[in-house]
Each structure stands twice: as C-alpha cells, then as structure tokens.
C-alpha cells in the first residue's frame, strides 16, 4: 500500500487499484484530537468519545481529502448485511441498519467505520460503480459481500468478473480466536475444502482477510487485493477492539467516484 500524509492525517491506498475516476482511502488513527484509549483520529460516535471531538476529527478528515461533508453518506452499522445504494441526495446521512454501500454517483463519498472488522472495497471500471462493505465474521458468515456484489449487479449491471476488490486492515489469523461454529458457518460459505482457521492448542484462529478473499473470488471476482495489515498487530496506526479490550476508537474507509 502507498501511505499518504496531508494536513497532519495519515491515510493508505492501494498501490494496484483503478485510477480515476475511482478514490479511495484507508485511514488511519493518526492526528486527531481524541485522547486516551481513543486518541487520536477516533471516527466512531458510539465508543464514548467526547461528540465534539468526534465532530472535530470528520472536519479534519474531510479538509485534509478537500471532501465537503455534504458529499458523505455513512450507514449504521450492524453486523449485517443488508446493502443500500446512495447517490447525491443522501449526502450528510447515516443510513440506518445497513453494512454496505453502493453508489454510481460522481461526488458522493462512502465512508464506513472499523476496527479488527475488514473494509472491502469495490470498484466497476464498466460502469463506472463503486461499493464499500463492513465485514467481521458475522458479515462474512452472513453474505454480506455476496449481498453487495449481488447488489451491484441489479442495479448497476456490475459483473464480478470486471471488478476489482480491496481488503483493507484487519485483525490476522495470529490474534482472531473464534468458536468452531464460527468456522463452520464461513467455511459453509465457500465450494470445497477452503481452509478459513487453524487449530492450536484446542482453539481456533480464524484468517478473516483470507476467507473474505476466498469468498470474492468464488463470486467471480478475479483481481483481489489484501492490504496485508494486521490492526491487532499494529494498534499505533489501527484501531483494535480485540487487541485493546473493547476500549478504543474506529478508523476509516472512503470510497468515492470523482
């Protein structure tokens, strides 16, 4: 991935994504105002952070990817996986109950929140659509890339096969312990014997990037990209809600078409 620095934040993109008109950012914890535990570019206003703060961090966000907030459309997460599509009218939402967004509208910016859950990105060069998922294992045992890609498909046309797909920062196999019904419930989401866990010493250690890559590409989807960062590994750029016990704050992902 390149690293990116403007106006004090940091933020990543992949280095082998479309160009434009697809944009999209990782962003991560660095050079905002939240302190403790949250500090610092804490993006989450359900984490017990201070709302102005919160409110202080967007702004920053928003100025430093020259971005009018008007122009953003974020959902309220859920663990789920229903999709909605937002075009310029939704600008400034928060879409209730929703783990996905889709859009083919120049200008109108997704932005999702995270962490140890994967951002997956998604991007239609043919016509010219984007989309933007919240992923943990619920969402991946519950289809939710499945539900965005078939969504895509319905209302844009989008073929899985022209698509190109990004995985952003996630916890690794090394720090994700799951229950065995876990990996039974991902693993019943992929043809033959996809290996999503490892067992050691009686627990199960779930490789959510990788299952999440397995399924894109089992859906058609040919070009897959993973960001190959552990958040857990590296809580000084990532938020981790395992690794730092439930106490921290959530990061960014950002896609728009210009």
Known sequence: ??????????????????????RHALVTRLGGVSRGPLAALNLGSSVGDDPVAVAENHRLLFAALDLPRERVVSPHQVHGRRVARVGREDGGAIIP??????????GTALLLRFADCAPVLLYDPVHRAAGLAHAGWRGAAGGVVAA??????????????????GIGPAIGPDHYIVGSEV???????????????????????????????????????????????????????????????GRTGRFGALVMLD
């Open 1 to 22: 991935m390149q690293r990116v620095q403007a106006e004090g934040l940091t933020w990543y993109t992949f280095s082998d994504a479309p160009s434009a008109p697809f």
């Open 148 to 165: 965005t890609l078939n969504a895509m498909y319905e209302v844009f046309g989008s073929r899985p096969g022209d698509m190109w797909a």
């Open 183 to 245: 990996v039974a419930a991902i693993a019943a989401t992929l043809p033959g014997d996809i290996g999503v866990a490892v067992l050691r010493e009686g627990q199960w250690y779930l490789d959510l990037p990788g299952a999440l890559a397995a399924q894109l590409t089992a859906l058609g989807v040919s070009r897959v990209t993973r960001a190959g960062v552990c958040t857990a590994c590296h809580t000084e750029e990532w938020y981790s809600h395992r690794q730092e016990r």
């Open 97 to 106: 109950d929703t783990d996905a967004l889709i859009t083919n509208t120049p």
